[in-house]
């Protein structure tokens, strides 16, 4: 067992708010995204624990990196990332580039405002539609909504654990400047639920993240690959879903999380989406 592994919080891939490697996903691409995905769970638990040092946590996460480069075996998820990326040429760049959100994650506790958060999902949830498209063999002018869409739902799951990782880590993303325009701080993130200036704060987060997915909405009719299409499709629509939810709801006593039962119609939904764009692309001269 690896170190890391002594921090492993347990989750896994179906544990996620929304697919990973589902089987919509061409099954020979599944290994490098699963090899992945195991390789930055690893990470992020290190990150997350509650009990480890900071610095025994940046010396694990600094473990991950070499063996991710090749230069160590003590980390067996990157190693195992290395030869899957080595086996398809692909660049370490992206899981790299997720390692510097996990370090940010352990000496930074707070947000200034928008564009810092913005530029955390540059590190942390950017990199895996990056990544991911990288594998399918699409191209770079896939990036920017790909980005646009992973940085949305990178701020949903700030929204959806804002009290946990207050409680937990003493961890808020939510924007400092944004708490202040409303009258709220970060100490109400403690409470059992939102007092009405960070229900106010929190729907103006929310309403910035519908923006977003406003403009990823045409990232599935981007992508050559019609699995991979799909599977963003329904990515698109349960993120649309989450966001109205967290407009209403009050994350610290409310259910913000999809149930399998609400999955059903917005696939369904997704799906229609997906095939009235793929007609229309392909019915354009």
Same mark, same amino acid.
């Given at each position: +067992?690896?170190?890391?592994?002594? %921090?492993a919080?347990?989750?896994?891939?179906?544990?996620?708010n929304?697919?990973?490697?589902?089987?919509?996903?061409? #099954?020979? /691409?599944?290994?490098?995204? +699963?090899?992945?995905?195991n390789?930055?769970?690893?990470?992020?638990?290190?990150?997350?624990? =509650?009990?480890?040092?900071p610095e025994?946590?940046?010396?694990?996460?600094?473990?991950?990196?070499?063996?991710?480069m090749?230069?160590?075996?003590?980390?067996?998820?990157?190693?195992? %990332?290395?030869?899957?990326?080595?086996?398809?040429?692909?660049?370490?760049?992206?899981?790299?580039?997720?390692?510097?959100?996990?370090?940010?994650?352990?000496?930074?506790?707070?947000?200034?405002d928008w564009n810092?958060?913005?530029?955390?999902c540059?590190?942390s949830?950017? #990199?895996?539609?990056?990544?991911?498209?990288?594998?399918?063999?699409?191209?770079?002018?896939?990036? #920017?909504?790909?980005?646009? %869409?992973?940085?949305?739902?990178?701020?949903?799951?700030? %929204?959806?654990?804002?009290?946990k990782?207050?409680?937990? $880590?003493?961890?808020v993303?939510?924007?400092? *400047?944004?708490?202040?325009?409303?009258?709220?701080?970060?100490? +109400? $993130?403690?409470?059992? @639920?939102?007092? #009405?200036?960070?229900?106010?704060?929190?729907?103006?987060?929310?309403?910035?993240?519908?923006?977003?997915?406003? @403009?990823s909405?045409?990232f599935?009719?981007?992508?050559?690959?019609?699995? $991979?299409?799909?599977?963003?499709? +329904?990515? @698109?629509?349960?993120? =649309?879903? $989450?966001?109205?939810?967290?407009l209403?709801?009050?994350?610290?006593? *409310?259910r913000? /999380?999809?149930r399998?039962? =609400?999955l059903?119609?917005?696939?369904?939904?997704?799906?229609?989406?997906?095939?009235?764009?793929?007609?229309? /692309?392909?019915?354009?001269?």
């Open positions: +067992m690896s170190d890391a592994a002594v %921090l919080s347990g989750k896994g891939h179906k544990d996620e929304f697919p990973v490697a589902s089987v919509i996903i061409a #099954p020979a /691409h599944r290994p490098a995204i +699963m090899a992945f995905y390789f930055v769970r690893s990470a992020d638990d290190v990150a997350d624990n =509650e009990i480890a040092p025994e946590k940046l010396r694990l996460l600094e473990t991950m990196r070499l063996s991710l090749g230069a160590s075996k003590a980390s067996p998820e990157g190693a195992v %990332l290395a030869a899957e990326l080595g086996r398809r040429a692909l660049t370490t760049d992206h899981a790299a580039d997720l390692l510097e959100a996990f370090r940010r994650d352990v000496v930074k506790l707070r947000y200034a810092e958060l913005i530029d955390y540059r590190y949830a950017m #990199p895996v539609g990056r990544y991911v498209l990288d594998v399918h063999g699409e191209g770079k002018g896939a990036w #920017p909504l790909n980005d646009v %869409l992973c940085a949305a739902l990178q701020v949903i799951n700030h %929204l959806q654990d804002c009290g990782d207050y409680r937990d $880590l003493d961890r993303y939510l924007p400092e *400047d944004l708490l202040a325009r409303y009258g709220a701080n970060a100490a +109400m $993130l403690g409470e059992s @639920q939102a007092r #009405p200036a960070l229900k106010a704060a929190l729907a103006d987060v929310a309403v910035r993240n519908g923006a977003l997915l406003d @403009q909405a045409a599935a009719g981007q992508i050559r690959d019609g699995r $991979l299409a799909l599977e963003v499709a +329904m990515i @698109q629509r349960f993120a =649309e879903d $989450l966001t109205g939810k967290l209403t709801r009050d994350p610290l006593c *409310d913000v /999380h999809h399998k039962a =609400e059903i119609p917005l696939v369904l939904s997704a799906f229609g989406r997906f095939l009235v764009t793929r007609f229309a /692309h392909k019915s354009t001269p």
